[in-house]
């Protein structure tokens, strides 16, 4: 007997074992394409699961056959909506997408550190004589590399440490060239020093003369102070010179030579009586009395009078000059200032009926370039009685005016 078909739809319920696997199969093949478009939620049979199943009934030795899984209409399938993701879902969509690129930069960066750790041993393989496929040289170089690579996590620990002790040796070794180049200064500072005190040495009279210019060195004492320059008083018989303006009063050494050292012998202790043919008369006496002294000299030099006529350019026309001689004082008053070359002796020497006194000093200050000539005129005792001064030599002087000691150059070079 054969057994009745069913539509393409049905079951299949009578048959021979033949039929009844193809029919299975059938069965098998409608459960996949359901599954492909239909209901997602069927199960595919496995092949153990349509394989028909045949009970032997030992009373009646009649097979009994299972009845195959109901077939459904492969094209009658319906559409779902997909569902949308949820806030959470997001959240774990982001989070997974922000650990895979944690994890692929950290095995990036893992892998250039042990990269640059690994140069030091790859250039000292290289320097090292090569040695054969498979020697123990090849293997623990291999090993070593893996042993980089294993422990990445600590590499990266010991390459922030690293980094860290660089900085501080960096540091270090900028503040030691630092030093070292700190120690070029040594001798530009030792040559300083030397420049500093060769300037000082050789210009030292212009810095405290221009100092003691300004300053007044307090030698007056008030008994000094005349009040009545037509008086005639009666003084000390030490000579000197006084001039209230300038704050002056110095001693006056008078019967020196004309010479260089024997006038700069007479300037240490105070003025110098520079007696010359024709300007050789004394306080007192008609005919020009010269006396001369310094307005800078060498600081290490002796005497205490080095800068008493620092301030003698501040002289003027008018102004008074006082000079103690033989016990007695004579006043005179400012004629004339001029400047002149230390050769120009003649400017000393001219005719006069009158007693006259010329001062001289060197200038500019700390400088024996020129020298400064204040003429002065007797104006007190009577001038009308001046005794008469020495008789005039008409031979010519070879001398030339005193000025200041030579500066440290000219010592140097035998100047005098």
Known sequence: MKPENSSSGG???NGTPTQQTQNAAAN????QINAMYGDRNVVVPSRTQVQPSVQTDTHAHAQTQIAPQEDTNPYNRTHEAHPQPQA?????YHSAWQTYYQKYYEGYYAAQTAAKASEPIAQAASQQPVASVGTSANNDYFAHQTDLQETTEELNKD?????????LLGKVQD????????????PIIASLSVVLLFVFLQYNRIFIATVSAYVSPGAISAQNIVIDPTADAVVSADPRLIIPKINVDVPVVYGVGNDYDSQMAAMANGLAHFAIP?????????????????SSNDLFDGGDYKFIFAQLEKMGIGDTVYANYEGKRYTYIVTKTEVVKPTEVSKLVYPTTKP???LITCTPLGTSRDRLLVTAEQVSPDPAAAAQGPAEDSSTSEATIPGSS???????????
Do not use: Y
């Open 175 to 186: 503040s030691a060239k630092k030093i070292r180049r700190s120690r070029h200064f040594i």
């Open 406 to 416: 030579p500066t440290f150059v000219e010592r140097l070079f035998g100047a005098r």
């Open 278 to 294: 024709g300007a050789s008369s004394h306080p007192g006496q008609i005919g020009n009395t010269v006396l001369s002294g310094h």
């Open 11 to 13: 079951n299949l319920t």
């Open 88 to 92: 959470e879902q997001w959240k774990q």
């Open 356 to 358: 006259m006194l010329t």
């Open 159 to 167: 390459q922030a440490l690293f980094e860290l002790r660089q900085k």
């Open 28 to 31: 098998l093949l409608r459960s």
